[in-house]
């Protein structure tokens, strides 16, 4: 069953699809980290619950944000990827570390990686896009301005 929109504003569409408490940090987990299995999400740290993980990865995966494949090293496990809609989100994520950076001393974003995206946002969105297309794990330390 298709929900109705609340309205045609591309923030509340964005806000339908992402707007829960989990989905933005299992697309964290794809973009950030070396999770690409169910169980590897489990174990990101914020406690999420089986059924709230599948739930959140059926709906992204519906939107046409993530797909799901075989394991080929074990056909009973899926992968999960982004596809070309999750890896626009990428700029969206870096968006959201630099701030949190910025208004949350706790964080543990390194100054060099801030650095790198103000002086180059559109180098490291493009590191992060390459390395994911290539199902390479990317952590933000893992990025390289252009020399």
């Not at 982004?82 to 959201?96: F, I, M, N, S």
């Amino acid at each position: 069953m298709k929900r109705q929109r609340r309205s045609v504003c591309p923030i509340a569409f964005s806000l339908d699809l992402f707007g829960d408490r989990w989905s933005l940090l299992v697309l964290r987990d794809m973009v950030f980290g070396k999770r690409r299995h169910f169980h590897e999400f489990l174990e990101s740290g914020e406690g999420i619950a089986t059924n709230v993980l599948a739930d959140r990865l059926n709906r992204l995966e519906r939107a046409g944000v993530v797909e799901k494949t075989p394991d080929p090293a074990d056909r009973r496990r899926r992968i999960y990827t982004l596809t070309e809609a999750g890896l626009d989100l990428v700029p969206v994520l870096l968006e959201l570390v630099v701030w949190g950076a910025r208004h949350d001393p706790a964080t543990p974003v390194t100054e060099d990686f801030l650095r790198r995206v103000r002086e180059d946002r559109e180098a490291v969105v493009r590191d992060f896009r390459q390395r994911l297309s290539a199902r390479v794990p990317v952590r933000p330390s893992d990025t390289v301005a252009p020399e």
